[in-house]
């Protein structure tokens, strides 16, 4: 059936978003809402869009007009006796979306589908209240609707083939990508995402690390475009704190309880970006200063940098450290690992050079402060000395007991771990004060993520000279105590790990998750893309390590990620992972 005509029933954020999609589309909508107020701020929200739209180009005057001229705006919910759809987008409430279904029946033709906007709410229950529940279908757009590509059709034990069709067609046709979702709240993109969300308000509540540390490790190691906590104060923290206590009344999961600071800020009315306070400040206009980047401590720095190991991320380290001018010790277990992985330093820096990021002057200048070293007496010199071996305890802790009776006192010593006790490698010494974890992200010359992580013996003085380090190498330093998964694997494989389950349950494709992640959230890859890059081994592991710790029932691997690498399902690595992969 055509869809000519539209009924946006609520005309907040939300529905003055979706009134521009559609009238952009070229369909005429009728926008309601009970306050004259909300449907003056909807028609000059569509008047300051399509000018800002003229202006870059993306629409002519002409256009302009016709796309204006497109919203009619009322009071009365009576003015939706003529549309051939209708979608409902007013607050999360089952009183308020309950009274305007229940009225619409007595308005609407009968063959209108009516598409509710929630994201939290019971869609069955909503239809259940309906003459016509077959025709009630969830149509869950994301914020702002004119921009967002994806939306969640929502189809429940009464929903019509056809009503669902209806819907997605109109999604498509809005130049939209549609995932289909069973009724439970939060559905596919949104399940997953206010988890993590929860987890770092937990983590930031917990103090294990600051809010600008939490956002910033997110954004620098994982590429996401914000942190969680700014996110959590966009989306407005009521908001959160409603699905989260939708999502923990429908599964019983304490991962989805919302955190207790939620409710606090929710209960001080700081609800993030419109109250103009949340986990950050705000100006009026909705900006926030940037956060204050901590200056170098004014500490001696960091000369010499020695690095132990041959593999690629002891190569990726100290090329980032000898692009930034420190003199570099590469040492490897014999000469030949050592020069091979020299070699790779200057094949990084080739291709630098023949991308334009750095001069042939710059690229030898780099090289030419690496020295390859088969022996780790070479790092005698070292102020800072860095092991990147394998990723075994007892092959770490020999080696700090080796470089404790060769580096001279005063210097630090890192360990690159991304998953085990730092403070197991400093007892190892008898300098355990001057032991830290340097965690950095692959490939190291591109991301400018590096966790800096303190155990309980670590001294001032140390923690002071790795930050200044990774600030004098470029890098992005966020502080962290000495625990599993530090923040971004914390926060990071848990999200991974609700993703298998979701697929685990039959609630939907690893396509359909991918899609709706990077879509609907925002995120460079799906779940189940970056499981196939890191390698599910890699990732059992980890997830192995965080549930040990932590004991909590649903950080447990999820059970067909434990058989898919029981399998020799790897990933890219191996061919074929949750998808198949040519090899290389």
Known sequence: ???NTVAVIGLGTMGQGLAEALTRSGREVIGIDTDPAAAARAAAAL??????AVARGDLTQEQRRTTRAGLRTFTDLRAAADADLVVEVVP???????????????????????ATGTNALSVTRLAAATARPERVVGMHFFHPAPVMRLVEVVRTVFSSPAALDIVTALARDLGKETVAAGDRPGFVADGLLFRYLNRAAAMYESGYASRDDIDAAMRFGCGLPMGPLALLDLIGIDTARTVLEAMYQHSGDLADAPAPVLGRLTGAG??????????????????????????PSGGPAVGTVGVAGSGTMAAGIAEVFATSGHQVVLAGRTAGKAAAAKERIASSLRRSVDKKRMTVQSAEAALGRVTAAESLEALAPADLALEAVAEDLD?????????????????????????LP?????????????????????PAPAMRLVEVVTTVLTSQTAHARVRDAALAAGKHPVDCGDRAGFIVNALLFPYLNDA???????????DDIDTAMRLGAGYPMGPFELLDVVGLDVSLAIERVLHREFREPGLAPAPLL??????????????RGFRTHARR
């Open 422 to 442: 730092v403070v197991a490698c400093a007892r190892a010494t008898g300098r355990p004060e001057d032991v830290v974890g340097m965690h950095f992200f692959n």
């Open 1 to 3: 059936m055509d869809i």
């Open 562 to 575: 434990e058989a898919l690498v029981s399998a020799g399902f790897l990933g890219r690595k191996s061919g």
């Open 395 to 419: 092959v770490k802790r020999g080696l700090f007991r080796v470089l404790d009776g060769i580096c001279r006192p005063g210097a630090v010593l890192a360990t690159t771990t991304s998953s």
């Open 47 to 52: 008047d300051a869009s399509t000018a800002r």
């Open 270 to 295: 700081l609800t993030g970006r419109k109250a103009g306070r949340g986990f950050h400040r705000y100006a009026a206009d909705g900006t926030r200063p940037a956060a204050p980047r901590r200056a």
């Open 500 to 510: 298998v389950k979701m697929v685990e349950d039959h609630y939907a494709t690893p």
């Open 92 to 114: 999360e409430s089952y009183d308020d979306k309950l009274g305007v279904l229940r009225a619409l029946d007595g308005i609407v033709r009968p063959d209108v589908v009516l």
